[in-house]
Each structure stands twice: as C-alpha cells, then as structure tokens.
C-alpha cells in the first residue's frame, strides 16, 4: 500500500482496477482547505465546551462544511480532469462508476 496526494492508503494492484499513477495537481491547495477545516472544527469544539452562543457556533461550523465543500471540489476536478480521463481513453467503466458513486456520497 502506498500514500496517495490525499493522505489515503491507496494500492493499484486491487479493486478499482486502474493501473496508472495519479496525477493531482491541487494537492497542496487540499491540504491548506483540510487544515483549515481542521482550525475551524477545532475552534467549534472549544466554543461548544465554552457554551458560547449556538448561533456564533452555527456560524462557525458551517465555515468548516464550506471548508470541506470547497477540498472535495477540488478532489473532483482533479480526478475528473486526470483519473477518470485516463480511465475513460482506457475503457475502464469500473473507475467511471465508481466516481459517479463518490459524486453522489458527496453531494448527499
């Protein structure tokens, strides 16, 4: 198993059945949402241990989902854009319907 761009285990050798490498160009731009996300989340929970008013934390969390919108975006393109391009010329449908389910956990 290797690290993919994103911090996940990723193996080419098993199930989603392509064997390029991938290829993300946004990785770094991922990382600085993730961390801010993070930052945002991690400051949700101290006001929720403070008390502090539910509208100002309301406010605060929907920053962090906006966050976390905002790196799966990013995600996407990158995947549409070089994965499943590749995927596409290769004929490999497995890898088609596979983001096609991610779009749809995503947008839930």
């Known amino acids: 198993m290797t690290?993919?761009?994103y911090g996940h285990e990723h193996s080419h050798e098993h199930s989603h059945g392509h064997s390029h490498g991938h290829t993300h160009t946004n990785t770094?731009?991922?990382q600085n949402r993730l961390a801010k996300a993070a930052g945002q989340l991690d400051r949700v929970s101290a006001m929720v241990g403070r008390d502090e008013d539910c509208?100002?934390?309301l406010q605060q969390l929907s920053?962090?989902?906006g966050a976390l919108r905002s790196a799966g975006r990013l995600i996407?393109?990158?995947h549409l854009e070089?994965?499943?391009s590749e995927?596409?010329?290769e004929g490999n449908m497995d890898s088609v319907n596979r983001f096609r389910?991610?779009?749809e956990l995503f947008m839930k």
């Open 101 to 103: 389910e991610a779009i």
């Open 76 to 78: 996407m393109r990158d």
């Open 55 to 57: 509208s100002d934390v």
């Open 82 to 84: 070089h994965c499943l």
């Open 3 to 5: 690290e993919n761009a």
């Open 28 to 30: 770094k731009a991922v």
């Open 63 to 65: 920053a962090v989902i």
């Open 87 to 89: 995927a596409v010329e």
